[in-house]
């Protein structure tokens, strides 16, 4: 994980397979800022759906056990929230380095859209 100072405390990116590993064992709380429609494509199982252009810090889950990490196609929207969240008195917040691209290029699984039937299908990079 790589850390950068910002004006509001540290801000955490975190690569895909730590974002994996941290998730698997529930220690935090993964939230997707894509759009709906993005979302409904493609996801990573479980993770929480919080659309960057409907973003609300009073409406964020509460971080008394886990760390927050938002994730976006390729990390420039989950990074604004992160600091949209620092900027809101959030110090545990974190971004998934590369998004939802860099998830799928480390080959890790999530559910995505069988283009023949439409359906929800298990995706993961093969070899």
């Known amino acids: 994980m790589k850390t950068e100072t910002t004006p509001n405390g540290t801000l ?24 709906p429609q993005e979302y409904s494509f493609e996801r990573i199982d479980g993770a929480l759906l919080a659309p960057m ?3 609300d810090d009073r409406h ?9 990490v938002f994730h976006c196609g ?4 989950s990074r604004k929230v992160a600091e949209m969240c620092q900027q809101a008195g959030f110090d545990r917040v974190a971004h998934m380095e590369g998004g939802f691209g860099a998830w ?9 859209t069988d283009m023949t039937t439409g359906a929800p299908k298990q995706m993961k990079k093969s070899g």
């Open 74 to 77: 390729s990390g420039v929207r």
């Open 12 to 35: 955490e990116h975190w690569t895909p397979e730590e974002v994996a590993e941290a998730f698997a064992k529930d220690e935090i709380v993964l939230i997707d800022v894509r759009t």
């Open 53 to 55: 252009q409907a973003f």
């Open 60 to 68: 964020m889950p509460g971080q008394d056990a886990k760390r927050l």
């Open 104 to 112: 799928k290029e480390a080959g890790l699984e999530y559910t995505g």
